[in-house]
């Protein structure tokens, strides 16, 4: 004999004073059990190249760290030292490569003896360095330079509107700017 079905009051009755499953609780946080495994493995291996770029112009000397920055750090085998990958800008290789030993100097100072036993230089564009908050790095407003007055422009446009347009003519108003900046 089939059994007639509870109506959706009675169901709903039914459900309010008898639950199947206890309610489950929420996971705990990630961070929680995390934190103790990242602190482990940064004491063991350290922060890697990330570190040392916030140090990078401390280290290099503000010519080098504006041609230069630090990319990664790759582990020796065996527990031998680590090599520091440096991305060079392409003419500065042959001046970073003569200033080796001295660079790895300062930056064992920074990591610790025998944490880097080589570096690795790779050619490529550099972002540019943070500028320095005080001292002798400047900002970019201060780099740029003031425009010419109004009479020294008209008087250079003037002198090249009978040569064609095209980047022969826009490298010569730009040359002609940087000589009358000077003069004035």
Do not use: N, Y
């Not at 002798?136 to 446009?157: H, V, Y």
């Amino acid at each position: 004999m089939p059994r007639d079905l509870p109506s959706a009051a009675e169901a709903s009755a039914i459900l309010a004073k008898k639950r199947s499953r206890p309610l489950r609780r929420p996971p705990p946080r990630a961070g929680r059990s995390l934190a103790p495994l990242i602190k482990a493995l940064d004491a063991r291996f350290g922060q890697g190249a990330e570190g040392l770029k916030a140090r990078w112009r401390e280290i290099a000397g503000d010519m080098l760290a504006a041609r230069t920055e630090p990319t990664k750090l790759i582990k020796g085998r065996g527990g031998a030292g680590a090599t520091l990958e440096i991305k060079v800008d392409g003419p500065a290789a042959a001046l970073i490569q003569h200033q080796a030993p001295q660079l790895l100097q300062r930056v064992r100072l920074i990591l610790g003896e025998g944490v880097v036993e080589r570096l690795r230089i790779v050619q490529g564009p550099v972002r540019p360095a943070p500028a320095r908050a005080s001292g002798g790095g400047g900002t970019r407003a201060a780099r740029l330079k003031a425009p010419l007055d109004a009479a020294a422009e008209a008087k250079l446009q003037a002198e090249l509107a009978g040569a064609p347009d095209g980047p022969l003519k826009a490298a010569l108003l730009k040359l002609g700017r940087e000589v009358l900046r000077k003069e004035g």
